[in-house]
């Protein structure tokens, strides 16, 4: 995963452009109403939701597998602190985290790294902490192509299986945390040569217990 990572950032840069997914707007909503603090963002990217959530005023460390990507971002300021490395090797700190925002990444390991990912990510949550996270739906329009490689899961690109999500699959992702809010929503990304394209994405909000 972190070849394919690497080479995607080295050819296409910056290639979700700068705007923070409509996500994450949410999310900031969201975590501003419960007095979150302090977020930790597995999957950071070149820094575009790390970068919104600082400038929102909250204090953000995020976690990158490609060192690309990392060179790619802003630098991080007093907000936001980066640890390079795979989100299944968590933690990089020993410091609890307010709350989890995650987008578009838990989509990308298979059912026993799914587990493994939500429980490390619980485990850096403070008691009552949240989550935030974002996946593909069993709607995209790329369901279903490319080699089925588990149940709802398929490499339409080489190196990168993608599992597609039910609402009930979601939620028994989950089940370990108190459900709060579960939703479709469709988010808009500029795919750099690609041009633009409609993700149908499920969001989940959650406590940990």
């Known amino acids: 995963?972190?070849?394919?990572w690497n080479r995607r950032f080295s050819e296409e840069g910056r290639l979700w452009g700068e705007?923070?997914?409509r996500t994450a707007v949410r999310a900031a909503a969201f975590f501003r109403a419960q007095g979150v603090q302090k977020i930790l963002v597995p999957g950071a990217g070149y820094g575009r939701h790390t970068d919104y959530f600082a400038?929102?005023?909250f204090t953000v460390h995020g976690i990158e597998i490609s060192e690309v990507a990392v060179g790619l971002a802003n630098p991080g300021g007093e907000r936001v602190v980066y640890y390079r490395g795979s989100v299944l090797d968590m933690p990089f700190s020993e410091e609890s985290y307010d709350a989890v925002y995650c987008f578009n990444v838990l989509h990308l390991?298979?059912?026993a790294d799914r587990r493994t990912f939500i429980g490390k990510c619980a485990a850096q949550l403070r008691p009552g902490g949240l989550v935030y996270f974002t996946v593909f739906s069993e709607q995209?329009?790329?369901y279903g192509k490319g080699e089925k490689v588990e149940e709802d899961t398929f490499e339409s690109k080489p190196g990168?299986?993608?599992?597609?999500?039910?609402?009930a699959d979601l939620r028994g992702h989950f089940a370990a945390f108190e459900i709060l809010e579960?939703?479709?929503t469709e988010d808009?990304?500029?795919?750099g040569r690609e041009g633009l394209h409609t993700h149908i994405l499920r969001a989940i909000a959650a406590r940990k217990t």
């Open 188 to 191: 808009q990304e500029n795919h």
């Open 19 to 21: 705007r923070p997914s």
């Open 109 to 111: 390991f298979r059912a």
């Open 182 to 184: 579960t939703g479709l």
């Open 55 to 57: 400038a929102e005023g």
């Open 1 to 4: 995963m972190r070849n394919y």
């Open 140 to 142: 995209e329009p790329t």
């Open 160 to 167: 990168r299986p993608v599992h597609y999500f039910t609402e």
